[in-house]
């Protein structure tokens, strides 16, 4: 029988995204409950068990608490969504989504309503995203984004993946890079952010 942290190892998998990014989708302030129980020290509490098949319905409650039956639940009808792949730097080829064709398509349950993938080069975020891995973005509305989550910013004079916080007043936006990088964050205006992508998930390296 698979251990507590394997059963959620795979549900992050299958979601698509890394622990850190899955705490936060499922709404944790911070991710330090899921190393707990991946380091041994604490069990898939009935509250966190309930907060993920509240985010991810698919998922059987039984499976992921104590490892009964299957990890996704029978009979449930999974919607298949083909999101337009681009084998092309992410940052790059959102200027031309409306001219290029695309290289395929990803077809996962968990990105309904994406707009599409391409590959992430940079190094910026490579804290939280492995440089080459394939990225997943859903477009939205500047005034729908959540501080603190990764997203695709398309101003003026660039464009940029940089997680998005508030700036130092209401009119600007903050984009930092991954810590580690030692890149200073900055501050754009509100106004000069022509479009903005939700990074929805990360599904791997382009050399698999």
Same mark, same amino acid.
């Given at each position: 029988?698979?251990?507590? @942290? ?7 998998? @299958?979601?698509?995204?890394? $622990? ?42 039984? @499976? ?7 990890? =996704? =639940? ?15 730097? +992410?940052?790059?080829? +959102? =200027? ?39 990225? $997943? =973005? ?6 729908? $984004? ?53 990074? +929805?998930?990360? $599904? ?5």
């Amino acid at each position: 029988m698979l251990t507590e @942290w394997q059963r959620l190892e795979q549900v992050v998998k @299958w979601a698509g995204l890394s $622990v850190n990014s899955f705490g936060r989708e499922i709404g944790l302030s911070r991710s330090e409950t899921l190393y707990q129980i991946k380091r041994g020290n604490n069990g898939i509490s009935r509250d966190l068990a309930e907060t993920i098949c509240r985010r991810y319905p698919q998922i059987s409650k039984g @499976w992921i608490m104590a490892g009964e039956g299957q990890m =996704l =639940l029978d009979g449930l009808i999974l919607k298949i969504s083909r999101v337009p792949f681009f084998d092309s730097d +992410v940052e790059e080829c +959102v =200027l031309r989504l409306n001219e290029s064709e695309p290289a395929g398509e990803i077809m996962l349950p968990m990105f309904d309503g994406c707009d599409f993938a391409a590959v992430y080069y940079g190094r910026a975020m490579s804290d939280d995203i492995e440089a080459g891995s394939i990225v $997943v =973005l859903k477009k939205t509305e500047l005034d729908g $984004v959540l501080p603190g989550e990764i997203y695709l910013v398309v101003s003026e004079r660039f464009v940029v993946l940089r997680r998005v916080r508030q700036g130092s007043n209401d009119e600007m936006l903050r984009l930092e890079a991954s810590a580690s990088q030692g890149r200073e964050s900055f501050e754009i205006p509100r106004e000069s952010v022509g479009s903005i992508y939700r990074l +929805v998930g990360v $599904v791997g390296s382009r050399k698999f």
